[in-house]
Nanobody, 116 residues
Framework: QVQLVESGGGLVQPGGSLRLSCATS????????MGWYRQRAGKQRELVAVITSGGSTDYAGSVKGRFTISRDNANITVYLQMNSLKPEDTGVYYC??????????WGQGIQVTVSS
């Protein structure tokens, strides 16, 4: 059964915005650190943003001030609001749920393309 389902990707012009959503299960949501990673063409997978169950967040320096990660407890969903998008933000974005030494889950990935 799919446990992380991403949505909200697509094509946007530079300077535009997108909001990615990651719907998950209550068990994962309450016991894992949730985050977003991305893999850009020719590059390794990289951390974009993470959020703990307590709401603490951290961001890659390249997206700090432009992206916001949040948790919606009612919908059991993690979001990544992406503003002021740049062409270099283009890539496949993956939702991730991590519990060190216990479990590790990945979404299927969703394409984000920033192009004029």
């Amino acid at each position: 059964q799919v446990q992380l389902v991403e949505s909200g990707g697509g094509l946007v012009q530079p300077g535009g915005s997108l909001r990615l959503s990651c719907a998950t299960s209550i068990d994962i949501f309450t016991s894992h650190v949730m985050g977003w990673y991305r893999q850009r063409a020719g590059k390794q997978r990289e951390l974009v943003a993470v959020i703990t169950s307590g709401g603490s967040t951290d961001y890659a320096g390249s997206v700090k001030g432009r992206f916001t990660i949040s948790r919606d407890n009612a919908n059991i969903t993690v979001y990544l609001q992406m503003n002021s998008l740049k062409p270099e933000d283009t890539g496949v974005y993956y939702c991730h749920a991590g519990r060190p030494g216990v479990s590790d889950y990945w979404g299927q990935g969703i394409q984000v393309t920033v192009s004029s």
